[in-house]
């Protein structure tokens, strides 16, 4: 069964700052999905970014990037130039190529001050 | 598109008291999620269904059934509430049309208290 871990449990960093969010991952696939998906105090869960494993070039989504080593089976998130707005739960999450479950990771809590 | 919704927003019952939540999606998505949210332990899988028709166990199946009702709607239910069912309860539902993304797109969420 696959396990996704994400060890820092909460963050806190000053607005405009670059911050990365770990995450780990065990699985004996080789194909797969990783996610990033956001969830502010609203609840709505919002997916940040994606990264699928058979292509080696990180993803990037404007101020989001990721650092995903296959090797490692880590996937961390780099948030540059952080904004207030960026304050809220994190989770990795990981799937298997055409399947239909996500598993999580346990979160982190992101809170940009001012 | 209102995307996927649930009903209700917020909801306590006491302890043995049943409910059905509510959930829809209108992006005509095959796949569709239940999911639990607890303190620290990031979103479970309840149950899933592939298609219109079928449903199975995810990881924390127990104490609750589901209804693939038509395509659009699948809803939860709790025949008999225990505390430990305390939760935030996520409907989600995704295209699973055979391309190699299946990204899934959430509910705004429910909130279960059992007392």
């Known amino acids: 069964a696959q396990t996704v871990t994400q060890s820092q449990p909460e963050m806190s960093v000053q607005e405009a700052e670059t911050v990365t969010l770990s995450c780990t991952y065990d699985?004996?696939?080789?194909?797969?999905?990783l996610f990033w998906y956001k969830q502010p105090p609203s609840r709505q869960m919002i997916l940040v970014i994606r990264?699928?494993?058979?292509?080696?070039q990180n993803a990037t989504e404007n101020r989001f990037s990721v650092n995903f080593q296959k090797a490692a089976k880590s996937f961390s998130l780099k948030i540059s130039d952080s904004q207030l707005g960026d304050t809220a739960m994190y989770f990795c999450?990981?799937?298997?190529?055409?399947?239909?479950?996500?598993?999580f990771g346990q979160g982190t809590r992101l809170t940009i001050n001012p | 598109n209102a995307g996927v919704t649930q009903t209700p927003k917020f909801q306590v019952l006491k302890t043995g008291q049943s409910m059905t939540l509510q959930c829809a999606q209108d992006?005509?998505?095959?796949?569709m999620y239940w999911y639990r949210q607890d303190p620290g332990m990031g979103l479970r899988l309840i149950y899933y269904s592939a298609s219109e028709g079928t449903t199975d166990k995810g990881e924390v199946p127990n104490g609750y059934n589901v209804s693939r009702l038509n395509k659009r709607e699948f809803s939860l239910r709790l025949e008999s509430a225990a505390p430990s069912q305390t939760s935030v309860y996520f409907c989600a539902s995704a295209p699973l049309d055979g391309s190699l993304s299946n990204e899934q797109f959430f509910g705004p969420g429910t909130r279960l208290t059992v007392l």
């Open positions: 990264q699928e494993a058979y292509k080696q």
């Open positions: 999450a990981f799937m298997k190529v055409r399947a239909q479950k996500l598993v």
């Open positions: 699985t004996s696939e080789n194909n797969y999905y």
């Open positions: 992006m005509n998505h095959n796949s």
